[in-house]
């Protein structure tokens, strides 16, 4: 039986690098956060790898911040079942949030 985390992993290295990166950029930072709690750096650098430099950052101080904040394991278990959930569908997420890239003149 796969730990929380590793179903997260296992998730990511079967979906399309495109899909992942678009889900977890929609994620709230802090569950994404608090659902590395317990990752090494190898898969931690794998989430990483599909966000943007501005999320990684928020995350990692979510991450800092968690360590001084006595965090429940049904508080982890839910933020991680969150993240998994939203990895696993294949519907679009319900959001308001869409990431965009600006159309440059002339191109």
Do not use: W
């Not at 590793?6 to 659902?35: C, G, H, Y």
């Amino acid at each position: 039986m796969l730990i929380p985390d590793e179903k997260i992993i296992r998730l990511i290295r079967l979906l399309p690098k495109t899909q992942v990166a678009n889900k977890l950029m929609v994620l709230p930072d802090r569950d994404i956060a608090l659902s590395m709690r317990d990752m090494d750096n190898a898969n931690r650098d794998l989430i990483f790898s599909f966000l943007s430099p501005s999320k990684i950052q928020r995350i990692k101080s979510e991450i800092e911040l968690h360590k001084r904040l006595k965090i429940k394991y049904s508080q982890y278990k839910k933020a991680v079942q969150q993240v998994i959930d939203i990895l696993a569908t294949n519907q679009q997420l319900d959001s308001k949030v869409s990431y965009l890239r600006p159309k440059r003149d002339g191109k």
